[in-house]
């Protein structure tokens, strides 16, 4: 006989919905079922003491008819008593009427051949004149009875009445209401386990036939992925109210505390990143600025209007790779303007020489000379740190380039090694580079309507335990109105240039430098002079912090300022 490997037969889980199908339809079972139970001992309750009452008042009546007292007196009481105990009996619907003597002898009776016998029942109540009932077993079966004393002139008890209904007939009363007792049971209990298959069919529909234990794990799974994932993930219901945020999209948006159940509205978010969340189409790749980060959003709706799911990248990192990438590229086409620009130069130079213009050709060869080297030896000699020197170097060439002069002014000076570690040159290359960007972009600006040519002027130096990073320009200057959105995402000289709108911009510069500072503890300041000054503070500790926004004069007291703190 061969082996076989049997695999054990698999256990039926039950869903959740069929338990509770289960619970609900044994418990609507067990109340209806007691309540039929109650209701029926409280009719047989009620039928036992109409029943009682019945007897009592026949026996009075009986008792208290002077015919029968009369009878009772007389030489053949069965004689009389029988006929009008039986019309009694057939009247009133009681099983029986027994009149009987004192000794208990019946006069009458149901059943004549129990006529002469004695009485099955107690009558020492009855004897000693009171009125009592009793359910006890006599010819006829278990009966209701009550047994009272028949009185004469005297008030002495010359004879027994006693009348009964038997248990049979108070069960035969009770047939027509026991069996609608029933079928109101059944009818609940039908009704009853109907509602529950229905309410447990949508049940089960919305738990997808799981049983507890899946979903427990399920939801277990759901907590630990939405978690674990390093997309910021935030639901929202139809009241923009938060329902779950996980633990990325918290770092991203910078929550701390409890946000589940709060409005969008009120988490500090930065207002564009609320309107484009609480909008009503779906937002795909949109990038926007929180106080630290550069986050790409995505939204879609939930369902059928049960709310949005939004979905957080950072884009912080690409973001300042995609900064310095535009600076090396600066720094490369620089190079080649300048390689181009010497070619010329030396054509120039060779052909004065063939010409014979020897004397020309030195002069000229050494003033230009003299002007590159200048502007080198002074950036170098003033701004000792290797990043900033190389990025003014190579933004001055791009500003020559486009017709814009780049100055670094006298006082000027910043040691190498003086800056902090947590200083990065990341930082200090996108607050300077795009400082210098916007500057140059809105000095070529107002060249249109300014007679002057377009200069750009840089400050870089150690300022009371700070580095002062300032760049003032020619342009047209920032209206005081638009302050506030000159930090905000989308704002760029360029669209003044092209005729567009505020908010319809390119760029993410100056309100990248506004982060930048933000996230190293500083402040950005925006004044006047003969265009835009904008002044960037970094502490050098970062303990030492900007503090709080002020207004006042700038540095050189010419306007006020605005200044965006951590």
Same mark, same amino acid.
């Given at each position: ?56 008042? #026949? ?51 149901? &059943?004549? $051949? ?52 038997? #248990? ?17 049971? *059944? ?14 069919? /949508? &049940? ?8 507890? #234990? ?20 935030? &639901? ?9 945020? =996980?633990?990325? *999209? ?9 946000? $589940? ?36 959003? =995505? ?44 070619? =010329?130069? &030396?054509? *120039? ?19 230009? %000379?003299? %002007?590159?080297? /200048? ?25 020559? $380039? ?94 003044? $240039? ?33 265009? *835009? ?34």
């Amino acid at each position: 006989m061969s082996a076989r490997t049997l695999t054990p037969p698999r256990r039926l889980v039950r869903s959740l919905a069929g338990q509770l199908f289960v619970v609900q339809v044994v418990i609507v079972a067990a109340v209806v079922a007691g309540g039929a139970v109650l209701a029926y001992l409280f009719t047989a309750e009620r039928a036992e003491d109409a029943a009682r009452r019945q007897v009592t008042a #026949v026996a009075h009546a009986v008792a208290d008819s002077p015919d029968v007292l009369a009878a009772v007196g007389g030489p053949d009481p069965t004689a009389v008593l029988q006929p009008y105990a039986e019309r009694v009996r057939v009247d009133t619907g009681v099983s029986f009427v027994t009149v009987m003597d004192t000794d208990g002898v019946r006069w009458t009776h149901p &059943l004549p $051949e129990q006529i002469g016998r004695t009485f099955l029942g107690h009558t020492d109540w009855a004897l000693a004149g009171r009125t009592r009932s009793e359910t006890y077993t006599g010819t006829l079966g278990p009966s209701v009875r009550v047994v009272t004393p028949v009185l004469d002139e005297r008030h002495r008890v010359v004879a027994l009445v006693s009348s009964g209904i038997t #248990v049979q007939s108070i069960s035969e009363r009770l047939r027509g209401p026991l069996l609608a007792l029933v079928g109101v049971a *059944a009818g609940a209990l039908a009704l009853g386990g109907a509602g529950t298959y229905l309410a447990n069919s /949508r &049940l089960r529909r919305h738990t997808h036939g799981m049983g507890p #234990v899946e979903l427990s794990h399920l939801y277990e799974y759901h907590q630990a992925t939405l978690h674990a994932v390093r997309e910021g993930l935030v &639901l929202l219901d139809r009241d923009h109210r938060v329902v779950l945020c =996980n633990d990325a *999209a918290r770092e991203l948006l910078g929550l701390e505390g409890a946000v $589940e159940g709060r409005p969008v509205a009120g988490l500090g978010l930065p207002a564009a990143l609320v309107a484009a969340v609480s909008g009503a189409g779906p937002v795909r790749d949109e990038v926007h600025l929180t106080a630290e980060r550069v986050v790409v959003l =995505n939204t879609s709706t939930i369902g059928t209007g049960l709310g949005r799911v939004l979905t957080l990248r950072d884009h912080t990192e690409l973001q300042s790779l995609s900064g310095e990438l535009d600076s090396v590229r600066g720094f490369t086409e620089a190079l080649g303007a300048q390689a181009h620009e010497a070619a =010329n130069r &030396l054509h *120039a130079v060779v052909s004065l020489i063939e010409l014979g213009r020897h004397r020309e050709a030195v002069e000229f060869a050494t003033a230009e %000379l003299a %002007l590159a080297q /200048r502007l080198t030896d002074r950036v170098v000699a003033a701004v000792g740190e290797p990043v900033l020197a190389a990025l003014l170097l190579g933004k001055a060439a791009q500003a020559a $380039e486009r017709g814009v002069e780049l100055t670094l002014t006298p006082d000027s000076s910043i040691d190498d090694g003086v800056l902090p570690p947590h200083l990065s040159a990341r930082d200090l290359i996108t607050v300077l580079g795009n400082l210098i960007d916007n500057a140059v972009d809105a000095a070529i600006v107002g060249a249109a309507a300014n007679p002057e040519p377009p200069e750009v002027t840089v400050t870089a130096r150690i300022d009371a335990g700070h580095l002062l990073l300032r760049v003032a320009d020619t342009g047209a200057g920032i209206d005081p109105g638009a302050v506030e959105d000159v930090f905000r995402r989308g704002w760029s000289t360029k669209d003044k $240039e092209d005729g567009q709108e505020s908010g319809q911009g390119r760029g993410l510069g100056l309100a990248l430098v506004a982060q930048a500072a933000r996230r190293n503890g500083g402040a950005v300041e925006v004044g006047r002079e003969r265009g *835009a000054v904008l002044t960037v503070r970094l502490p050098l500790d970062r303990s030492a912090g900007v503090g709080t926004a002020s207004a006042g004069t700038g540095e050189r007291g010419r306007g006020g300022h605005v200044a965006v703190a951590p």
